[in-house]
């Protein structure tokens, strides 16, 4: 969207724990400069999915009236970020034999053999959100970035394929259409947070990206430049108060209270003979928790959530690409010994996402919870790069999610 000559894009994340609408502009070298933010409590998701749609349509019109009014621009648009249990990410391959007399590979031959890929068998209630291009292979030979002009009698390609549920794809998007704003693509958020957070050289070498939010964990690995593999689990913090609340025999939001303020994802060991005492309320008598005790919970259900994720990442023959690290984003990232703990469980250093190439307010930049929202509007720039470029130079085909993934 263009407004008195300023080109700019939103991106809309409608989390478990809050919704955040992210203005970015096109700036200087094609860098977005973030404008805009605007925020508020969820409280119509559950585990990433939108349960009432009132609650969520209340909440997103406030935080896009906060960016709008800080970025004094109207948001006609956004970029829209989904997950929730429903989504899925696999690799479908394909192949196409060259039939040409002298065996040169040609754009034709490329073409064909992504349409044959693309042809994804999917239940029909399901919706394909991405396609991600990995490499090429021509005869026997593997990972070949771009075949044309070679030699070959068959050429093959792999591609990363998310997709989810029609249906519950089709709620959030109906809540951002309800408040007269369109919806410009819908963006995995797990790709999105990919996107916001990681260098150049984290994409090459192998980097596992975790967005550890109120409702879901979201995870990518990235490796070589491209998404390798991608998927969804529906854990997160709220499973953690959860637990306290359970274990402690405490109100839901005073567990909330004590995982923000004592809680640790490395167990109880180092709080031996602890104890913190919960002030006197109007309806509640003091109690005195002990903190072994809190400790051991969180890190049961933490270390829990990441052996998870560890596990599909084996299942999917991934785990060996995580070779760079493991970058923690999403509320969750500010749980305390969590990168320890994700040290442990995945063997490489752990670190938290900050977003990468992008202006804007450093409170915002450096704020895990941002990563996504931060992800989704880079998203929404690349795309309006895309279509200048298209327009420019005539071209079919645009900068691919690939590409997108090459910049930082």
Known sequence: MMFANREIVTGLDIGTSQVTAIVAEIGASNVPNIIGIGQAKSRGVRKGEIVNADLTSEDVRLALSEAEQMADEEIRSVYLGVSGGHVRGFINSGTHPVVSADRDITEDDVRDVVRNAKAVNLPNDHHVIHVVRQHFSVDDQSGIQNPIGLLGAKIGVDLHVVHGQANRLQNSIRVVKGLRVDVEDVVFSGLAGVLSVLTPQQKELG????????????????????????????????????????????????????????????????????????????????????????????????????????????????????RSGVVVTGGGARIQDILGLAEHVFGVPASIGTAQNVNGPKSVLEQPEFAVGIGLAKFGVFELLKQKDRRVHNRGFGRTIREMLKIG
Do not use: W
């Open 207 to 322: 980097t596992l990206v975790i967005d550890y939010g109120g409702g879901t964990l979201e995870y990518a690995v990235c490796c070589n430049g491209l998404v390798k593999h991608s998927g969804v689990l529906p854990v997160g913090g709220d499973h953690i108060s959860n637990d306290l609340a359970f274990g402690l025999k405490v109100p839901l939001g005073r567990a909330e209270q004590l995982k923000i303020a004592h809680g640790s994802a490395l167990g109880g060991d180092h709080f031996r003979g602890q104890t913190v005492k919960i002030p006197d309320r109007i309806t509640m008598p003091d109690k005195t928790i002990n903190m072994e005790h809190l400790g051991r919970i969180m890190s049961l259900r933490v270390s829990e959530s990441l052996k998870l994720i560890e596990s599909e990442l084996i299942e999917a023959g991934c785990l060996d690409l995580v």
